[in-house]
């Protein structure tokens, strides 16, 4: 009996390791899609804290909940290390039940600078340099456009006026016409319910044969001796 039960811990134990799948961060991960224009990230759950307005068809990351703003992370695990965490109008991003392959929008612009002009210099091809710098989105500053960007870990605003022509793609991924996934379909990756309950029915059939084999002598004596009688 001693036997039996151990066998039967032993299995149970083997039951719940199957099911006890290490899940990586990113499967965890909740993204929210930008669908409208003007929508902005902001630097604090407040409308009047506008940072930029955010690439529409991109996404952000969903961190967690503030009243009626989602606190979000941007361009986080990006190539340009400029990273942001921030916040948007929760009914202003459509939350989605996938992880986006290409979540944010990597862009750069090359802003031309002038360091002379006042009569105070020589003329000198260096009066004007160009620098690249990493494009959040724009911000409306009175009657001027501005870019928000990221120039050698250093976020601040530039004159659009001083940069080059802003044209990215738009994300298509999994846009709005795209044909929606059948009901019935499995994630990838993923157990489905028809997995789950076959698993159970051979952990079940699994135990009926450990207890089968492992059963007392006396119970297993005792069924040996009524199959007997019946024949």
């Known amino acids: 009996m001693k036997k039996f039960i151990l066998v039967l811990l032993a299995a149970l134990a083997a039951c719940m390791s199957f099911f006890a799948l290490p899940v990586s961060a990113d499967e965890g991960a909740r993204y929210a899609r930008v669908t409208e224009e003007g929508v902005y990230f902001y630097s604090a759950a407040?409308?009047?804290?506008?940072?930029?307005?955010?690439?529409?068809?991109y996404f952000v990351r969903i961190v967690g909940e503030a009243g009626a703003f989602y606190r979000v992370g941007y361009l986080d695990g990006s190539a340009n290390g400029g990273a942001l965490e921030g916040y948007c109008l929760a009914d202003e991003v459509t939350p989605v039940d996938y992880i986006?392959?290409?979540?944010?929008?990597?862009?750069?612009?090359?802003?031309?600078?002038?360091?002379?002009?006042d009569g105070q210099t020589p003329d000198s091809p260096l009066a004007e340099y160009e620098v690249s710098a990493a494009y959040y989105g724009e911000f409306a500053y009175g009657s001027a456009t501005c870019y928000y960007v990221n120039i050698g870990g250093k976020f601040g605003y530039v004159p659009a006026s001083a940069c080059s022509a802003v044209s990215y793609p738009e994300n298509?991924?999994?846009?709005?016409?795209?044909?929606?996934?059948?009901?019935?379909?499995?994630?990838?990756?993923?157990?489905?319910a028809l997995n789950v309950v076959l698993i159970c029915v051979l952990a079940v059939a699994a135990l009926g044969a450990i207890w089968f084999l492992?059963?007392?002598?006396?119970?297993?004596?005792?069924?040996?001796?009524?199959a007997e009688d019946v024949f």
């Open 214 to 226: 492992f059963r007392p002598a006396k119970q297993r004596k005792n069924d040996e001796e009524e």
């Open 172 to 192: 298509p991924e999994h846009s709005e016409t795209e044909t929606p996934p059948e009901e019935n379909a499995q994630p990838s990756g993923g157990f489905g």
């Open 100 to 117: 986006p392959e290409t979540p944010y929008l990597e862009y750069s612009v090359t802003v031309t600078y002038s360091a002379g002009g």
């Open 46 to 57: 407040d409308e009047s804290a506008g940072l930029f307005i955010l690439p529409r068809t």
